[in-house]
């Protein structure tokens, strides 16, 4: 079991490819198709893409504050990818790769991040809550999610995701001490990027690590490279099987980096020295998966320089749909707080149609 | 004299009272290193060292309650929360020993702690970084509650704040941090906490606002003079303790009133000062007292902002209503 080998006391980092895409310890390669690795890397592309678009799109004045994956993109692809069908996924607010690999639309996405609520009213067959704005809050509802497959006897798993800052508020412990007590199936990720805003994970706890946090809470846990997409995916699909059994929750800790600002409205420059980014661009996700591919003879230099192109295209064509869209309806702020909106919210939005019918 | 913007005031504010008083210590989320996210404490930490001005980790409960036993030993802590809509993790700090240390212990121990924020909306942001939490906080017995709408006002009531020896909740309207610049003396002075201000003088309605919506307020009374309609334009500046006697004073000479806040209408701030002018005034009122207030929604996104917030002309229309009776 990966989770005794590499567990929270071990202070071992469980990775499979190293900083180059050379494969480390070939006996721990997940089974998996060459052709199934390149879709993971694929919609990591596609992450980064519409990551950087966003971006752009943020600089022009078109997009609102926006934060960025850049660098997680394995961790929150790896993660998903073991995820199944019925298997519901609990965000945080930084894990476009993971929506993506889960089947939301960039289109609900960038509506979000564009400013209406609509971007959070997934399809039926999606199984992911909207983004949780206060930090770790959203942990409960996951514990509480697989509390309910435990108790309704279905075998469904919740991936819940949270950063190195959200370990730090009560939340999260109680979040990890109900899962334990209750043996609920759910696998906690906690992204550590080393960053929350400003101030850094040394600053964040005195733990040497996050993951030790399972001891305390009595549940396995398994420090990953998080940048290292086969053993995010080789991790999280142990810690899924074995909540599928019966076995409860596990905590992994995806080591890794967020290259880019903490949204759009920060400046990394003020806390951290471009040294230690560059380091970790080094450690780029993408690129040694990339490499893996290419050694593999299963990808190109020109497929993906194509494809990154064709990607940028599309978050471009999503994001001129949504820019379209407009302003959101006057009628949606008041018509979603019920099922049926009652007397005196009527009545106010009533009120203020009639105004601005006559103010027009 | 030094012209400043309303967060530069309170860097500037925070900056003499460290100076002054070693026992100010300021911390939050981002507080120390970065200098807040809005910069309100940028150079505080180098100026006066790790001890005295310092990032905690990510966990409002504690950034409170820890405030509390510094108080209690003999600190006046100045904690920062990034958002007023991130206050709720620490509102059982908050409502549980915060309001209640003085009365609970009968006099024995009291609280001399800030605790500031953002507050308000308008500024396009993400969820819950709009929340308008007068009455959440307003309500609670026990606590002051203070919002300044200029940067003079912000320094003589961040230093009453800071100099209180109770509790002191300072609502700091982000939507205006940087949106004008005013003449702020650089010398030491005070702005009793508990007092309205009035702004403009006038004879046919009074209009009792607070934070980023008083500069609303007042280009409302613009369209209203060009109408002949004289309004009493009233900031309250503190939400509580109502000063109950300028409001009063005011009605009982206008027979009209208006409040006007962001906050959801339903038991919202200006139910409780409706409540005082017909307590107060009720025998010189000539119309309804009315309330101008944001819908019972949950704060819109950005793209629904617009139909939340008011803008001046809203605010006439619905004044000029009251006037016309
Ligand atoms: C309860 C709460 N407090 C403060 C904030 C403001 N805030 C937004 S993101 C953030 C840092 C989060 O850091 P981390 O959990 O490490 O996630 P990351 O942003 O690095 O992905 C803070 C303080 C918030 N959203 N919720």
């Known amino acids: 079991m990966l989770t005794e080998q590499y567990g929270p006391l071990q202070k071992k980092m469980f990775q499979i490819m190293d900083e180059t895409g050379a494969i480390l310890s070939p006996d721990l390669v997940p089974d998996r198709s060459e052709e199934e690795w390149l879709q993971s890397y694929k919609l990591m592309l596609k992450t980064r893409s519409a990551d950087n678009k966003a971006l752009q799109l943020q600089r022009q004045g078109r997009m609102l504050t926006y934060a960025p994956n850049t660098g997680q993109e394995a961790a929150q692809v790896g993660s998903a990818a073991a995820m199944e069908k019925g298997d519901w996924l609990v965000p945080a607010f930084r894990e476009l790769g993971a929506w993506l690999s889960r089947g939301v639309d960039l289109e609900r996405v960038y509506l979000y991040w564009y400013g209406n609520e609509l971007g959070s009213q997934f399809p039926e067959d999606v199984r992911m809550l909207p983004i949780s704005v206060p930090i770790a809050s959203q942990l409960q509802h996951a514990v509480g999610v697989a509390m309910a497959s435990n108790i309704k006897g279905e075998s469904d798993v919740t991936v819940a995701y949270v950063g190195d800052g959200g370990t730090s508020i009560g939340d999260f412990s109680e979040a990890l001490n109900f899962a334990g007590v209750f043996n609920a199936p759910v696998v906690f990720i906690i992204q550590n990027n080393q960053y929350a805003i400003s101030v850094s994970r040394q600053k964040q706890t005195k733990a040497e690590t996050l993951v030790q946090k399972a001891v305390a809470a009595g549940i396995p846990g398994i420090l990953v490279d998080g940048n290292d997409l086969m053993a995010m995916y080789a991790a999280t699909k142990e810690a899924i099987e074995r909540a599928r059994r019966g076995e409860g929750p596990t905590l992994i800790e995806a080591y890794t980096y967020r290259l880019g600002a903490h949204t759009t409205s920060d400046d990394p420059t003020k806390y951290r020295e471009d040294e230690e980014v560059e380091t970790w661009r080094d450690k780029d996700p993408v690129k040694r998966m990339k490499a893996y591919l290419i050694g593999k003879g299963v990808w190109s230099e020109e497929e993906d320089a194509k494809l990154i192109e064709e990607y940028d295209e599309e978050a471009l064509e999503v994001f001129r749909k949504v820019e379209a869209s407009g302003e959101t309806k006057l009628e949606d702020i008041f018509k979603y707080h019920f099922r049926e909106m009652p007397p005196h919210l009527q009545e106010q939005y009533e009120e203020y149609v009639q105004y601005l019918e006559e103010v027009e | ?325």
């Open chain 2, 1 to 325: 004299m030094a012209v400043m913007n309303l967060i530069s005031t309170i860097n500037h504010t925070l900056d003499v009272e460290l100076e002054r008083d070693d026992s100010v210590v300021v911390f939050g989320e981002d507080v120390g290193l970065e200098g807040g996210v809005f910069r309100a404490t940028v150079g505080l930490q180098k100026k006066y060292g790790e001890k005295r001005v310092f990032d905690t980790p990510l966990a409002e409960s504690a950034i409170v309650g820890t405030a509390v036993g510094m108080a209690i030993n003999g600190l006046r802590p100045v904690a920062e929360i990034q958002f007023s809509g991130f206050i709720y993790p620490a509102y059982n700090q908050i409502i549980s020993h915060v309001a209640r240390m003085r009365n609970r212990t009968r006099g024995r121990l009291h609280l001399p702690m800030v605790i500031r924020m953002p507050h308000g909306g308008g500024i396009k942001a993400l969820e819950h970084h709009s929340e308008s939490l007068d009455t959440l906080l307003g309500h609670i017995p026990g606590l002051k509650v203070v919002t300044p709408s200029t940067p003079y006002d912000a320094k003589g009531l961040l230093l009453s704040a800071i100099r209180d020896d109770d509790p002191v909740i300072f609502l700091e309207p982000s939507k205006i941090y940087r949106a004008f610049k005013q003449e702020v003396p650089e010398e030491d002075y005070t702005i009793p906490i508990g007092k309205a201000k009035v702004l403009k003088e006038g004879t046919d309605v009074t209009v009792v606002t607070w934070g980023a919506y008083v500069h609303e307020a007042l280009k409302a009374d613009k369209l209203l003079t060009e109408e002949g309609i004289q309004a009493e334009i009233i900031d309250l500046r503190t939400i509580s303790p109502i000063d109950r006697d300028t409001i009063i004073e005011s009605v009982q000479k206008t027979g009209r009133f208006v409040v006007i806040h962001e906050a959801a209408k339903s038991f919202g701030p200006g139910a409780e000062l409706i409540a005082l002018v017909n307590e107060g005034a009720f025998l010189h009122l000539e119309a309804p007292p009315t309330r101008l207030a944001g819908f019972d929604v949950t704060i819109p996104i950005p793209r629904g902002e617009h139909h939340y917030f008011m803008d001046a002309q809203r605010m006439a229309a619905g004044i000029k209503k009251v006037v016309h009776y």
